[in-house]
């Protein structure tokens, strides 16, 4: 000990140091030992490749849109309509997960969803109007959220929320599952064929959820209407909603757009255009459950306001038009580690203000989300058709996730001083 506190200079240093690698292995330990893996596999599975189908119009945009002759303001709008669809669909979602569980839920949206697919395959889709309806269809996919998170937290105590939240929203990766294969397997089959081809894994998915997943006999039971309406009075209920939909909504707004971005402004093919996507996309997914984790260590508060601040800057510097693409592609990838890290920190908090009303709260919390990747992705579609360039839709967003630091900077002493004491001993906020 006497050598190695002189090569450290410092004993209180040293000690701080072993004693939190030491507790940093405790609590992965722990996590093990408590809640239910394959819950906790299937609804990342299950998420994962809802998430694949629920965005897989935006990789194989490009497509479409030169069969059916779209302009950009329509392209945009495409690619938005399933991303607002699943905001309103997980209202629903979150609703029926209390009353009926999130298995049972889980099993509804999905065969919906394989359907719906396997219909639009069959039948074509031939008109912008149809594409809009095929991307109702995808948004019961995209309300997969206010299923596969409830299905998780049910089963793990504060202290590993973020963790457990985090790996079963790393689902979000499907959106690199999209991105990377959708252009090139439509530019093989054609992208009405890779509709009906997606319900092969969609159904794979399926049965390993009814085989693994298990509702928690701790999960929330169901509560009346106007409790939900109850849970809308509170004002955090209201900024947690905001706050995601900077940070998802940022996420799945970019990850539906990049194809039709790097091809629009770069010139690039729409086969490379998703793998520079995919690239983006890849670095926001893998994080969220880092995100999670880091909020668990730190605290959702800190780790959430340094998020926003990067992402804030980078989508501010990708406003001004970078003049390469592989300058863009570094951005996105930066805003999108910031935005993906955000998410976790987001679901590390809602658990510990709203324990009880998860259900419920997922539900709102993914709809906001959702809407503000809509809004995201059609507002970049409109700033193409009447300004000529992307600029102004990500410089408002930028402005946004500003917005959002200054109201968590705002609420974070109000938090830390009125949370539950017993959630507050065991889970940092």
């Not at 030169?66 to 609703?95: S, T």
């Not at 996919?141 to 998780?152: D, E, I, N, R, Y």
């Not at 409790?227 to 995601?244: I, K, N, T």
Request: hydrophobic share 55%; proline share 3%.
């Amino acid at each position: 000990m006497t050598v190695f506190v002189r090569i450290c200079g410092s004993m209180t240093v040293c000690e701080r140091t072993i004693i939190g690698s030491a507790e940093f292995i405790d609590v992965n330990k722990g996590f093990l030992k408590v809640g239910h893996l394959p819950t906790l596999i299937a609804a990342f599975l299950y998420f994962d490749l809802s998430f694949m189908a629920w965005v897989i119009l935006g990789p194989m945009a490009v497509q479409i849109a030169h069969d059916l002759h779209l302009n950009a303001a329509e392209k945009g709008l495409m690619v938005a309509v399933p991303v607002l669809a699943g905001a309103a669909f997980r209202i629903v979602l979150g609703l029926l997960v209390d009353h009926i569980g999130a298995k049972r839920t889980g099993v509804a949206a999905q065969i919906i969803v394989i359907l719906g697919l396997a219909l639009a395959a069959f039948l074509g889709v031939h008109s912008f109007a149809e594409t809009l309806l095929v991307g109702l269809i995808l948004g019961v996919a995209g309300a997969s959220f206010a299923v596969a998170l409830p299905l998780a937290s049910a089963w793990y105590p504060p202290e590993h929320q973020g963790t457990a939240l985090g790996i079963a929203g790393a689902g979000n990766s499907g959106t690199v599952l999209a991105a990377l294969f959708a252009p090139s397997v439509a530019a093989a089959f054609g992208w009405g064929n890779t509709l009906g081809l997606v319900t092969i894994p969609l159904t794979l998915v399926l049965v390993a959820f009814l085989l693994l997943a298990k509702d928690s006999p701790n999960r929330a039971q169901g509560r009346s209407l106007a409790q939900y309406w109850d849970v809308l009075r509170s004002g955090d209920a209201w900024l947690f909603m905001f706050f995601y939909s900077v940070t998802f909504g940022g996420f799945v707004g970019l990850a539906s757009s990049l194809t039709i971005y790097f091809n629009d402004q770069y010139g690039l093919p729409p086969v490379i255009a998703g793998y520079y996507t995919a690239a983006c996309v890849f670095a926001g997914s893998l994080v969220r459950p880092l995100g999670g984790a880091l909020a668990d260590r730190v605290g959702g508060v800190r780790s959430l306001s340094v998020m926003y601040a990067i992402a804030a800057l980078m989508l501010g510097l990708i406003s001004t038009n970078l003049p390469y693409a592989g300058l863009a592609l570094a951005a996105f990838v930066v805003a999108m580690f910031a935005l993906g890290m955000g998410n976790g920190a987001v679901f590390q908090l809602v658990p510990q203000r709203f324990r009880h009303e998860i259900g419920i709260m997922t539900g709102l919390v993914g709809m906001a989300g959702g809407v503000g990747g809509f809004y995201l992705a059609s507002s970049l579609g409109v700033a193409k058709q009447y300004t000529g360039n992307y600029g102004a839709g990500f410089l408002i967003f930028a402005a946004l996730a500003v917005v959002a630091l200054a109201i968590i900077t705002t609420a974070k002493r109000r938090w830390r001083a009125t949370w539950s004491a017993a959630v507050a001993g065991v889970a940092r906020i």
